[in-house]
């Protein structure tokens, strides 16, 4: 596509409910790149893939998240057991280098509310 | 991990003035230093970068200075438009982004 899409670009889920964020970077782009933003603050790394690995995972707060790349493509991020506290704009990114040193390209964002 | 220092939060100018965005690193290693614009409810968008082999770059009305030395790159923004007006993020490889600096340019 054009450019990095991501689905949905909204998602309100009950605490408890698991939920998946889809990702679609730009073609032949190997790096990936998973970020959240709470409102008003900066971005905060989640996680990194380059092709199907993920050589970086340290940005995940806790083990209720997980991510997953295949066929050096489509990324879905999922948050089991939400809670409150995951409400934030889900961003991806991709670009053509490897480990974020080629300009990334990021999606519109996935807005989750978790009540 | 690296650490990103970004000053100031708020940043409030008159039109046609500059505005200089600064932040500092730890990890001596890094090599990529771009910069994010985000306009309210949209996605961040590239607007200059760095490498580690040169000091200075410019774009029109934008610069970034790297101090390899002392660990520390700014954004400078001149001739300041309204249009301007937005959230800027510098980052340290595409891992580690700072804080952010709302900037405002009054008319």
């Known amino acids: 596509g054009a450019g990095v899409s991501q689905s949905p670009s909204n998602k309100v889920t009950e605490k408890g409910k698991d939920v998946e964020l889809r990702c679609d970077p730009i073609?032949?782009?190997?790096?990936l790149y998973w970020y959240r933003q709470s409102l008003g603050q900066g971005l905060e790394f989640l996680i990194y893939?380059?092709?199907?690995?993920?050589?970086?995972k340290s940005g995940l707060p806790s083990d209720r998240f997980s991510a997953e790349r295949t066929g050096g493509s489509v990324s879905t991020l999922t948050i089991q057991r939400t809670q409150q506290e995951d409400s934030a704009v889900y961003l991806c990114?991709?670009?053509?280098?490897?480990?974020?040193?080629?300009?990334?390209?990021f999606g519109q964002g996935t807005r989750l509310t978790v009540v | 991990g690296e650490n990103v220092e970004q000053h100031p939060s708020t940043l409030s100018v008159q039109e046609g003035d500059s505005a200089v965005i600064k932040c500092t690193y730890s990890?001596?290693?890094?090599?990529?230093f771009p910069w994010y614009k985000q306009e309210l409810g949209k996605r961040p968008q590239l607007i200059i970068d760095?490498?580690?082999?040169?000091g200075e770059k410019k774009d029109q009305r934008i610069a970034v200075t790297l101090n390899k030395t002392a660990k520390h790159f700014s954004l400078h923004i001149t001739e300041t438009q309204p249009e301007d007006s937005a959230v800027y993020f510098c980052?340290?490889?595409?891992?580690?982004f700072g804080s952010g600096t709302q900037l405002t340019v009054l008319p």
């Open positions: 990114a991709s670009s053509l280098g490897a480990r974020g040193n080629t300009e990334a390209f």
């Open positions: 073609s032949g782009h190997t790096a």
């Open positions: 893939f380059q092709g199907n690995s993920a050589p970086d």
């Open positions: 760095i490498r580690s082999n040169v």
């Open positions: 990890d001596s290693a890094s090599n990529y």
């Open positions: 980052a340290v490889g595409q891992l580690t």
